[in-house]
Nanobody, 124 residues
Framework: QVQLVESGGGLVQAGGSLRLSCAAS????????MGWFRQAPGKAREFVLG????????YYSDSVKGRFTISRDNAKNTVYLQMNSLKPEDTAVYYC?????????????????WGQGTQVTVSS
C-alpha cells in the first residue's frame, strides 16, 4: 500500500512559478513510476508528466513541454513538479499517482495509487 500526499498548490499570477511535491509513504517508493495528472472543472483528468522508477525516463504532455519539469528523490520518497511560465489554462487540481509499470505512463487507468490532489489557480 502506498499513500500519496500532494502539497505546494496555490494562487499564482500568469507567468509565475510553483513547485508541487508529492510525498509517499512506505519503503517501496523507489519501485514505482510516478505521474502527475490534472483536472480542470468540467474536464476529464489528463496526463501532465511521468517519470520512471529510477528517474531514467520522463514523459511530457505537449501542453506543458518546455514549461514543466518532473523529478524525484527516492531517498525522500518524494516526486516534484516544477511549473514555470504558468498560464490561466493550467488552472486545475493536480494529482500525483504511482504505478509499477515503467511504460505508457500517460495512461490514467494504469496507476495503482492516487493522492487527494492540490489546487493550482493561475490568474490572468
Amino acid at each position: 500500500q502506498v499513500q500519496l500526499v500532494e502539497s505546494g498548490g496555490g494562487l499564482v499570477q500568469a507567468g509565475g512559478s510553483l513547485r508541487l511535491s508529492c510525498a509517499a509513504s512506505g519503503r517501496t517508493f523507489s519501485i514505482y513510476s510516478m505521474g502527475w495528472f490534472r483536472q480542470a472543472p468540467g474536464k476529464a483528468r489528463e496526463f501532465v508528466l511521468g517519470i520512471t522508477w529510477n528517474g531514467g525516463r520522463t514523459y511530457y504532455s505537449d501542453s506543458v513541454k518546455g514549461r514543466f519539469t518532473i523529478s524525484r528523490d527516492n531517498a525522500k520518497n518524494t516526486v516534484y513538479l516544477q511549473m514555470n511560465s504558468l498560464k490561466p489554462e493550467d488552472t486545475a487540481v493536480y494529482y500525483c499517482a504511482a504505478t509499477r509499470r515503467d511504460y505508457n505512463l500517460g495512461y490514467r487507468g494504469g496507476y495503482d495509487y492516487w493522492g487527494q490532489g492540490t489546487q493550482v489557480t493561475v490568474s490572468s
